[in-house]
């Protein structure tokens, strides 16, 4: 396939762009600094933190791909909006040229953090046990409530998109090996599950691309 990865150089990224030329696929990578690149491989110079006056080389990134895979997020306080921004601006430029296959990472409590487009989400994901519910994710959400709040209105974005998006929604990352061996659920989070390498994250978001389930639909996963 010809794919986009955008944020190559990040933690999910630089695995989303190593096992997709592994496996074969054609790859742009979209990222602040080319140099930062570790591979061979096209490069598309766009800060997705400022995306103003890069439309043009935003759309050449993603015309003609078959799917545009994206592990933007925020890494600081001073990144915040980034998603939702970056996203964006993803969104028109994918609409200009006529691509269509959207994939980005989300996290897994944002089915209960409001946004503009839904300031009254369910408290509590069907997939959360007690302690998730009332221990764990509460805690979670106060310390990371400006980078959730970011993500909640990216997804907001992709509803009003129009595209064929997913949104995967991992719980804590970690730098662990690729195992390939982990568990899913369309809609919601799973019972127990707390952690998941970035390699795995990166691991199911190419496999989406081949399960139609995935499309217009939110995809937690966890060991």
């Not at 609409?95 to 409590?109: F, K």
């Not at 209960?112 to 994901?125: E, I, L, N």
């Not at 959400?141 to 998006?165: C, I, N, P, Q, T």
């Amino acid at each position: 396939m010809k794919l986009t990865i955008v944020a190559a150089t990040g933690g999910i990224g630089r695995q989303l762009l190593a096992q997709a030329l592994t496996a074969g696929h054609e790859v742009t990578a979209v990222v602040r600094n080319p140099a930062r690149l570790d591979v061979e491989v096209d490069a598309v110079a766009v800060d997705l933190s400022a995306p103003d006056g890069q439309a043009d080389a935003l759309r050449s990134a993603v015309a003609g791909a078959d799917a545009v895979l994206s592990g933007l997020g925020a890494r600081t306080k001073a990144d915040h909006g980034v998603a939702s921004r970056g996203t964006r601006a993803l969104i028109e430029a994918m609409t200009a040229v006529g691509s269509e296959r959207l994939v980005v990472v989300s996290a897994a409590p944002i089915g209960t953090v409001p946004s503009p487009a839904r300031p009254h989400p369910s408290r509590h994901d069907e997939g959360d046990g007690f302690f998730m519910r009332h221990l764990l994710s509460p805690a979670v959400k106060r310390v990371f409530r400006d980078h959730y709040a970011d993500l909640a209105a990216m997804e907001d974005e992709l509803r009003a998109s129009g595209l064929s998006w997913t949104a995967v929604r991992p719980p804590q990352l970690n730098d662990m090996p690729h195992t390939g061996h982990y568990r899913t659920a369309l809609g919601h989070n799973l019972r127990g599950g707390t952690k998941i390498s970035r390699a795995d994250v990166a691991d199911l978001m190419l496999r989406t691309l081949s399960m139609p389930e995935t499309e217009r639909a939110v995809v937690g996963v966890a060991y």
